[in-house]
């Protein structure tokens, strides 16, 4: 993926999970990273210290995305930074706390569309004019949650995804002619932050026992198709796709 040699990447919630491992697959292609935070600096230091040791141009920068007037604003920041922006992996989000239908109540439904949708479109809104001069792309994480519902009490965090899935198919439409792909990572039942705060591992167990190639991913596991998305030479005439990562656990 020599194409990707030298191509500015924004990379949202990038400090740990599977944005610190995309981020470090960027950076391991030769591509200059912006590696985006909320709250932690620590970690996101040392996923800049793991891309500059690859040989990569990379800088931290932090953002509360659950706020409504920051994602613009990061993305002016890092273009910038570093004259431009090719590739905006839109990867922040999250369930913020898991709800039945009875205990969801206005905050939290704010803030779960805040930070999985809202900052998105922004963030996106904000890239276009810099990735539309360099005919770049566009890539959004979803979740396997987006097309089985998510499990208990997941169900804003669920259509949050499917919601993202669905920007993902339109604005592949609508922003081709304009040379720009938009393509989308549905990771399934991957080992992060995420589930060591939400789930049990006794639910982890259950998960990983449907899954055929018998074991939970890893972050990196996810990598490799987020490089393809954004590498010109690799995916030209892939756009509008919802990409499954998820060991076999489900197959659309």
């Known amino acids: ?34 590696v985006h935070y909320s709250s932690s600096a620590d970690a996101a230091a040392a996923v800049v ?14 953002a509360d995305l659950t706020r409504r007037d920051t994602a613009g604003p990061l993305v002016e920041a890092v273009a910038a930074k570093f004259g431009g922006l ?3 992996v839109n990867n922040a989000g999250g369930l913020v706390r898991r709800a039945r239908l009875a205990e969801i109540d206005d905050a939290l439904f704010d803030t779960v569309v805040d930070l999985n949708v809202r900052q998105l479109v922004m963030a996106s809104r904000a ?13 959004n994480t979803t979740s396997i949650a987006a097309r089985n519902g998510g499990g208990p009490g997941a169900s804003l965090y669920a259509a949050a ?17 304009k040379g720009v792909r ?3 990572v549905s990771p399934g ?29 890893a972050p990196v596991d996810c990598t ?14 892939v756009t509008g796709q919802i990409i499954e990562v998820n060991g076999g656990q489900l197959m659309p």
């Open 1 to 34: 993926m020599k194409d990707l040699e030298g191509k500015v990447v924004l990379v949202t919630g990038a400090s740990t999970g599977i944005g610190a491992a995309v981020a470090r697959g960027f950076a391991a292609a030769g591509a200059v990273v912006a």
């Open 49 to 62: 210290a793991d891309c500059r040791a690859a040989g990569a141009k990379a800088e931290s920068f932090r």
């Open 86 to 88: 090719d590739v905006l």
């Open 127 to 139: 890239a276009l004019p810099f990735i539309e001069k360099t005919r770049g792309s566009i890539i």
């Open 161 to 177: 995804k499917a919601f993202v899935s669905t920007l993902t198919k339109n604005w592949a439409k609508e922003l081709g002619p």
């Open 182 to 184: 938009v393509n989308a």
């Open 189 to 217: 039942v991957i080992e992060t932050p995420f589930h060591e705060r939400f789930s049990t591992k006794e639910m982890l167990e259950a998960m990983r026992k449907t899954i055929p190639l018998e074991r939970l991913g």
């Open 224 to 237: 490799g198709t987020f490089l393809y998305l954004a590498s010109g030479e690799m995916s030209a005439y």
